[in-house]
Nanobody
Framework: QVQLEESGGGLVQAGDSLRLSCAASERTFSLYAMAWFRQAPGKEREVVAAISRFGGNTYYADSVKGRFSISRDNPKNTVYLQMNFLKPEDTSVYYC????????????????????WGQGTQVTVSS
C-alpha cells in the first residue's frame, strides 16, 4: 500500500509560480509511474502531467504545456510539479497518483490507470 502526501499548494496571484511536491511511502518508488491530476469545483478530475518510472518520458495536458514541468527524484521518493505563469483557471485541488509498473518506461495519463492517490493540495490563483 503506497501512501502519498502532497504539499506546496497555496494562494498566489496570476503569473506567479508554485512547486508542488508529493512524497511516497514506498521504498521501491522507481516501480511506480506517477502523475498529477487536478479537480476544480463542479468539474471532473483531469490529468495535468505524468511521468514514467525513471523520468525519461513525460506527458502534459495541452492547457499546461510550456508552463508546468513534472519531475521526480527516486532516491527521495518524491515527484514534483513546477507550475509557472499560473492562471486563475489553474485553480483546483491537485492530486498526486501512483501506478505500479513492473517493467517498461511509459507514462500513464488516464485516471483509471492509477491505484494510489494522495489527499490533494489546494492551489488558488487570483486574478
Amino acid at each position: 500500500q503506497v501512501q502519498l502526501e502532497e504539499s506546496g499548494g497555496g494562494l498566489v496571484q496570476a503569473g506567479d509560480s508554485l512547486r508542488l511536491s508529493c512524497a511516497a511511502s514506498e521504498r521501491t518508488f522507481s516501480l511506480y509511474a506517477m502523475a498529477w491530476f487536478r479537480q476544480a469545483p463542479g468539474k471532473e478530475r483531469e490529468v495535468v502531467a505524468a511521468i514514467s518510472r525513471f523520468g525519461g518520458n513525460t506527458y502534459y495536458a495541452d492547457s499546461v504545456k510550456g508552463r508546468f514541468s513534472i519531475s521526480r527524484d527516486n532516491p527521495k521518493n518524491t515527484v514534483y510539479l513546477q507550475m509557472n505563469f499560473l492562471k486563475p483557471e489553474d485553480t483546483s485541488v491537485y492530486y498526486c497518483a501512483a501506478h505500479r509498473v513492473d517493467y517498461g518506461t511509459y507514462y500513464y495519463s488516464r485516471i483509471d490507470d492509477y491505484e494510489y492517490w494522495g489527499q490533494g493540495t489546494q492551489v488558488t490563483v487570483s486574478s
